[in-house]
Structure formats: structure tokens, C-alpha cells
């Protein structure tokens, strides 16, 4: 725990940067920006899961190994999706939602 | 002193973020979701998890970047603003994302039944290790392994998807 700062703070950081988050993922047009929005709510969920480990029982380490299995779970995924989206770009020349409309017909 | 400094990281994270998801050019969003990341790692140290904050750090800020930068250089013309959608269209999602987020705050606070442990206690890289490798009851071998082969699986799958189209050629031939 951090000497002086609540649970409370701590979870309404987050809360505040998951939405953020969210209201990037809704307005955003461009692939790669919408990611970076994707990543915001991971992050924000990470601490989350460290936060509320060593505030209620620090004793087990169970969020903390499984804030570790998110950041490994995000870097793949990361990965993955830059890979389709610089795929697509070569096909199709724009990486705009707007634009990309190959899988709808 | 330590309530201060968590409320300066906290103001730089909001901050960011903001500017990361309403700038207009790609590039200076990358740009501040590096610092966003960043403030998140000195979190973790606060929260005396050190290794989870250089794991931050060197994987977030270092390798996951590095990919965002490289995405953008190759897809976005550097300097040109992005395609927005209008202001009239972003009223729902503002509504949407502030009323959630208010609604949650506020079930966050109104909740009673949390009985919290004030006691500072420090993660050491040993526990760590310790909880991921053991074979006994709570420990964490056997997803530890499995994300080892979903990152290697992923690996291969990045390269696959990225060369897709010299495959197909290589295949009409």
C-alpha cells in the first residue's frame, strides 16, 4: 500500500483512466489509435488487480502474478494486431474503420 | 510526501491520457501514451512492486512503444492531423464514458464491506519467482508455461500474418 492514499484513490484513478480509455475507443477512426485506447483500459485494469492484492490481503500474491499474465497477454496481443493492421495497410493503402471495409460483404 | 507524489502521478496519468486520446496527430499521441506509461510504472513503485514496475517499463514503455512508433512511421503521414469524426458524433461517447465512470466512483465510494490492511509490505522478486514455479497448491507453473508457448505462438503468427501476401504469391506460382 502507499502510506496516506486509499483504496478509493487509487480505484477512482483508474476507473477515470478506463473510461478515458473508452471514450477513445468509441471516438477514434484510426486502427492504431483505437489500440492505444485498448492499452489505456489494460493498463488501468493492471493496477487494479495490484492495488486491491496489497490492500486487502498482501499476504497472497495472486494479483500481482496476475497483473504479470496481463502485461505478457498485451504485449501479444499487441503484436499481433500491429501485424494485421500493417498488413491491411498494404492491401488497402489506409488503416481509416471508415475506409477498411473488405469483411463487410 | 508519498500522498503528494501519488497525486502528481496521478495528475500526469489523467493528463496524458487525455491528450492521447484527443490529439490529432498520431505521432504526438504515441508520444503521450509513453509518458502515460511511464507514470503507471512509478505507481507500481510506489506500491513497493519493483519488479512489476521494470517490467513496466522495459516491456510497456521500451519493447510495446518501440512497435507503436514503428506502426505509425510506416502507415501515417508524419505531421498531416488524423481524420475526427465531428463534435456533434462525440457527444454520445462523452455521455456514455462520463456517466459510467461517475456511476462506478460513486458505487466505489457507497461500499462498505472492504476491510482493508494497513500495513506497508514489500514484493520481492523472490516471492515472485517463488508463486510462478512452484508445483504446490497456489502456484502458477502451469499458466506460466502456457503463456510462454502463447507468446511464441503469437511470434510466429505476427511474422505469418505480416508476409501473407508473398505466401499467396508463392503459392499461385
Known sequence: ?105 | MEKIMFYILSAIIIIFAVLSVTSRKLYRATIYLLFVLIAVSGLYFMMEYNFMGAVQLSVYAGGIMVLFVYAVMMTDKIGEPMRTISSKRKILPVVIAVGTAALAIFAIYTYQGIGVVNEPTVTTVEQVGNKLLTYKPGGYVLPFEVISILLLAAMIGAIVIAKAKKLVNREKN
Open chain 1, 1 to 105: 500500500m502507499i502510506e496516506g492514499v486509499s483504496l478509493f484513490e487509487i480505484m477512482s484513478l483508474t476507473t477515470i483512466l478506463f473510461f478515458i480509455g473508452i471514450y477513445g475507443f468509441l471516438t477514434r477512426t484510426n486502427l492504431i489509435a483505437m489500440l492505444m485506447s485498448l492499452e489505456l483500459m489494460v493498463n488501468a485494469e493492471a493496477i487494479n488487480f495490484v492495488a486491491i492484492n496489497k490492500y486487502l490481503s498482501p499476504a497472497v500474491l495472486q494479483g500481482q502474478v496476475f497483473s504479470l499474465f496481463i502485461i505478457a497477454l498485451a504485449a501479444a496481443e499487441t503484436a499481433l494486431a500491429l501485424a494485421i493492421i500493417l498488413h491491411l495497410y498494404r492491401l488497402t493503402k489506409t488503416i481509416d474503420v471508415k475506409e477498411v471495409e473488405k469483411l463487410k460483404y
